[in-house]
């Protein structure tokens, strides 16, 4: 029988075998004929440090999400970040019904990134659209770009963007793997050289692994749709 003690909590930041990829993960649940999409585990595999067993939940959780709540997934992709709009639909892909037992704690931006990375797994894990000649200019996306909050999104976005850029076989690769697995740390292993030339000069940040993939995620799912849409893509993702 299913924990009722699951919860899952979104923290704002003060900025404000192995299924094909593009198939949801199923389960049928108790008293049910009909398969639903996989409910989030948080793992109890020995080695893994508390930030993997995050972020596999936090995968788990978001293919979860992607399938139940198209409607909030929708309004998603369609709000400005740092918007009302964004908060609201980030607040309701905050249920129990994607989590099996426990507690899920992660930053509002991480959880922004996993729905990303199951997005991208969703629309293009079957198919590799080309890179559109520039990358997306990111401030449309943003609700203030002046913003402190606003700002660093841009850039971090910017980041991610000229890293895929750099090796968008990595990149892909990264998004591809399953969290915390050896393929997942070989890709982002191959995407490190890339990422100090990529951070604008004279700026620093300490970034965690968790917050270059989100970035990256979002960037990556960017990129694919200016690469379906733009005639001349520059090259394969």
Known sequence: ?????ASIL?????CA?????????????????IRQPRQARIPDKIGLSDAERGRVAAEEFADCVVERRKDDVAQLLGALYGSADERRALKRMA???????????????LMRGAVFRSL????????SPGLAPAAPDYTVYVNDPTSNGGAVQIL????????IRADVNG?????????ASEKETQAFSSLVPFMGACFPKGKSAQLSKSTVMAVIAEAMYREAQAG?????????M
């Open 1 to 5: 029988m299913r924990s009722r003690t």
């Open 10 to 14: 979104l923290i704002a930041l003060a």
């Open 17 to 33: 075998g192995q299924p094909a990829w593009g198939q949801a993960r199923l389960e049928t649940e108790t008293g049910s004929l």
């Open 95 to 109: 249920v129990d019904r994607c989590l099996f037992s426990g507690q899920l704690t992660m930053p509002s931006s």
């Open 120 to 127: 991208y797994k969703k629309d293009f894990g079957d198919r």
């Open 156 to 163: 971090m976005l910017d980041f991610a963007s000229c890293v």
């Open 171 to 179: 990149a892909r690769g990264l998004l591809l793997a399953q969290a």
């Open 228 to 236: 379906m849409t733009d005639p001349t893509p520059s090259g394969k």
